[in-house]
């Protein structure tokens, strides 16, 4: 599993945003029902951290891959 050290280079905001960026445009910037998907500032701290969690397990997951030689 990734250390704090490696997460450090890599800031789980950022990667959150990133990730939640993919994730409007591949919808074509609306959510399930249609409505417009707001912008990453206007999602609140509740949903922020849901993102960042999200992005934090992948990272780790891929990294933690990486470590042990698996693709």
Same mark, same amino acid.
């Given at each position: 599993m990734a250390g704090p050290r490696v997460m450090a280079r890599?800031?789980?905001v950022d990667l959150a945003r990133t990730a939640f960026a993919a994730y409007s445009?591949?919808?074509g910037g609306l959510t399930h029902d249609g409505r417009p998907i707001p912008e990453w500032e %206007?999602?609140?701290?509740?949903v922020q951290q849901a993102w960042t969690a999200a992005a934090t397990a #992948?990272?780790?997951? #891929?990294? %933690?891959s990486r470590s042990e030689g698996t693709p």
């Open positions: 890599h800031d789980p445009e591949s919808t %206007a999602l609140g701290e509740h #992948v990272f780790r997951k #891929v990294t %933690a």
